[in-house]
């Protein structure tokens, strides 16, 4: 088991030279590594930030969102070529930085809405492009953990099952279920009976709690989702995911209003060692 934190708590743009006191203070709590986002910032740098990770010990995954115009699910021939170039950039970019890992809504892109449920058409475009995004990554040695979204935010895909079946129509051994406690909170009306179902193609767990502040504070149901987790053997990653005000476009973006936590590192470092005693303790 490996545990994690995302850097989205503090920034998009993870090369920054001033994060790197950050960083070294994040593997001195414990943490075996960090998620960097892949939002902002020149992936000619993504290198050289990871050289100076290793130098600290901290392994690292990597996320990516979908702009409108780089949409996996569009109807449109461009934007679905748009798609697969970006991504398969995304694939690189996590690669260039020493990780093996992409998550995130990489099938569609986030806060676009139809007004309607995903037709057959939008997901099977969807599907096409990350099959081929998959090859580009398994040449990468990168996998790819697909992350379903609540319905606020995106509507190809809202719960682990379909998530699973998506995955199993790609049909390809480096892509899996990403799975976040933030999300199932709100889509999944037995979220511990969901990770029992999906089973082992969870392949990346976000731990997020239902406000997105301090995990092991609010309402998730995290005895049930530790338990569900080792039931299937899961050995992956465990990376808290929260969010606050120190980027003012992800705030807006994330719908934080107010003060959900003391301060960030404090946040770090509780939501590690929740996330390590709730492991220890799940039976």
């Known amino acids: 088991m490996q545990f994690g934190m995302n850097l989205l708590l503090w920034t998009d743009d993870p090369t920054q030279e001033s994060l790197l006191p950050l960083y070294e203070r994040l593997g001195a709590m414990g943490f075996d590594g960090v998620e960097l986002p892949l939002l902002a910032g020149d992936p000619a740098d993504l290198p050289a930030l990871g050289r100076r990770l290793d130098d600290m010990g901290l392994a690292r995954t990597a996320i990516q969102v979908c702009p409108p115009e780089a949409n996996p ?3 449109d021939p461009a934007i679905q070529q748009a798609a697969t170039d970006f991504l398969k950039r995304a694939v690189d970019a996590t690669a260039s ?4 890992v992409l998550g995130g809504p990489l099938y569609a892109a986030i806060g676009e809405f139809s007004g309607a449920p995903a037709t057959p058409a939008e997901w099977e475009a969807s599907v096409s492009v990350m099959q081929q995004v998959a090859d580009h990554a398994a040449g990468a040695g990168v996998s790819l953990s697909l992350e379903f979204l609540n319905r606020f935010e995106i509507y190809l895909l809202n719960c682990a099952a379909d998530t699973e079946r998506y995955v199993r129509e790609i049909g390809r051994d480096n892509v899996g279920v990403h799975y976040d406690t933030f999300h199932a909170h709100i889509e999944e009306k037995d979220p511990a009976g969901a990770i029992r179902a999906t089973g082992p193609a969870i392949r990346h ?8 502040s ?16 080792k039931a299937i053997d899961y050995e992956g990653w465990l990376t808290i995911e929260a969010f606050g005000s120190a980027l ?5 973006a ?18 590690l060692v929740f996330m390590k005693e709730s492991w220890a303790a799940a039976k």
């Open 248 to 252: 003012a476009t992800l705030a807006a």
């Open 97 to 100: 930085a020493g990780a093996s």
């Open 254 to 271: 994330t719908k934080i209003w107010r003060p959900m936590f003391e301060d960030e590192e404090t946040l770090a470092r509780e939501g």
């Open 214 to 229: 301090t995990p092991g504070k609010g309402q998730v149901r995290w005895q049930e989702t530790f338990s569900a987790l």
């Open 205 to 212: 767990v976000h731990i997020s709690e239902n406000d997105r």
């Open 73 to 75: 699910a569009s109807g």
